[in-house]
């Protein structure tokens, strides 16, 4: 229970700043007030998870929930653009997310990929910005990797191979590899972010990739579950679409019992990686433990 008011705590704290950075400098006065609204709007709920992850990840090394706040928000941008974009009808075609109309359902489509397209602006301005991120040297390392993990050779591609399989059909190696990109590369950046902010070793940094590389795929496994299992009312949005589209996913290549299986020994994987840092490791732990026995 500790661990759930945690995360609720870090999701206010998120939610709040990011309410703040979306009225800075007049955005919601100045040009087109529909499109603040939306970016507002697509930037809303959710569970925060991956801004969690990056401050709780910074805390291992003693950064301040303050100080890593901003790339956290930043890095939120970003996945809450991925979103907005991944429901529009040339993508999933999706109409609920969130428990809400989907950003181009609610607004319309153009207005949806501008929002979309500024969230992503907008997250390279918070983490470029010195009256956001401090230290220079954090920040142009942070710049850089966001770029990396968001971009044509991480999110981006990642998605671009999920489009293609629709096509075509992944096997299992392939599929683990596009998972890798889609929605791992996101966790990674957010696990690598607290240690550039802590100033991290390189054992310590290697650590966290490890673990977030076995986080992402436990919580894709584990979205993926919900998915086939899952109920679309406490998810917040519509079950069963990769069956119905005939999706190769892990669950539907290795069955439901063989994906809970992996999904299990995913987050004692996890858990290995942080051996090093002991007791400290704990939240990051509980919320490998977490993403896998989530059901929304
Ligand atoms: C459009 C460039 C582009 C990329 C989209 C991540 C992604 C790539 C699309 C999301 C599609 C999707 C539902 C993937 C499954 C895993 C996932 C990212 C789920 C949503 O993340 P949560 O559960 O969402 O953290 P909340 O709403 O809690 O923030």
Redesign the pocket.
């Known amino acids: 229970m500790a661990f759930v008011s945690d995360l609720e705590r870090v999701g206010r704290l998120v939610e709040g700043r990011l309410a703040e950075l979306l009225t800075a400098d007049g955005l919601s006065d100045a040009g087109d007030a529909r499109l603040a609204e939306a970016m507002r709007y697509a930037a809303c709920?959710?569970?925060r998870?991956r801004p969690f992850l990056l401050i709780t990840s910074a805390r291992l090394f003693g950064v301040s929930e303050a100080d890593a706040l901003d790339p956290a928000c930043a890095l939120e941008c970003i996945?809450c653009y991925?979103?907005v974009?991944?429901d529009l009808p040339a993508?999933?075609d999706d109409a609920l997310r969130?428990g809400r109309p989907t950003a181009h359902i609610a607004f319309d489509e153009a207005t949806a990929i501008l929002a979309g397209d500024a969230l992503l602006t907008l997250a390279f301005e918070i983490v470029s910005d010195p009256r956001y991120c401090a230290d220079s040297e954090a920040r142009a390392e942070l710049i850089l990797l966001l770029a990396k993990a968001a971009g044509w050779q991480g999110?981006?591609l990642?998605?671009a191979l999920d489009l293609a399989a629709e096509r075509g059909g992944l096997d299992k190696t392939r599929i683990a590899g596009m998972q890798a990109l889609?929605?791992g590369a996101l966790f990674r950046f957010a696990c690598e972010a607290g240690a550039v902010l802590g100033r991290a070793n390189a054992a310590q940094r290697a650590a966290l990739v490890a673990y977030a590389s076995a986080f992402g795929q436990a919580f894709?496994l584990a979205?993926d579950l919900l998915d086939a299992e899952g109920d679309a009312k406490a998810l917040g949005k519509a079950v069963a679409k990769d069956a119905g589209r005939g999706k190769a996913t892990l669950v539907a290549l290795l069955g439901i019992d063989a994906a809970k299986e992996r999904l299990r020994a995913l987050v004692a994987e996890a858990e290995g990686a942080l051996s090093q840092f002991g007791e400290r490791a704990i939240t990051l732990i509980e919320t490998a433990r977490f993403v896998a026995s989530r059901k929304s």
């Open positions: 709920g959710g569970k998870l996945h991925s979103l974009h991944d993508m999933d969130r999110m981006v990642g998605q889609k929605t894709q979205d």
